[in-house]
């Protein structure tokens, strides 16, 4: 069983920084891509950055220049450094992964979530 646990959020006042963690564990034989979604209150969940294995990275336009995803395959963890915050950027945050669990079968996983609140 794959599990992906998130943490890091909380409330900051605009302006301000927050660093996301999302851990995965369980049977895992490699991890492809991984990424963060980002879902504010009364509106659908939307991809904010993704990371793959080679490194490739890719932002949303509006988070570009403040947010950085980086990870750590020996960690199997991926993290989402967040500065310049704005109100905007409130809601549940949820880390997503493709991961492998053997060499033939693979699926895609979310974690459980965690709230940013950013106050103006």
């Known amino acids: 069983q794959v599990q992906l646990v998130e943490s890091g959020g909380g409330l900051v006042q605009a302006g301000g920084s927050l660093r996301l963690s999302c851990a995965a564990s369980g049977i895992i034989f490699s991890i492809n891509m991984m990424g963060w979604y980002h879902q504010a209150p009364g509106k659908q969940r939307e991809l904010v950055a993704i990371?793959?294995?080679?490194?490739?990275?890719n932002y949303v336009d509006s988070v570009k220049g403040r947010f950085t995803i980086s990870r750590d395959n020996a960690k199997n963890t991926v993290y989402l450094q967040m500065t310049s915050l704005k109100p905007e950027d409130t809601g549940v945050y949820y880390c997503?992964?493709?991961?492998?669990?053997?060499?033939?079968?693979?699926?895609?996983?979310w974690g459980q979530g965690t709230q940013v609140t950013v106050s103006s």
């Open positions: 997503n992964a493709e991961i492998r669990v053997t060499r033939q079968h693979h699926g895609n996983y």
């Open positions: 990371i793959t294995s080679g490194g490739f990275i």
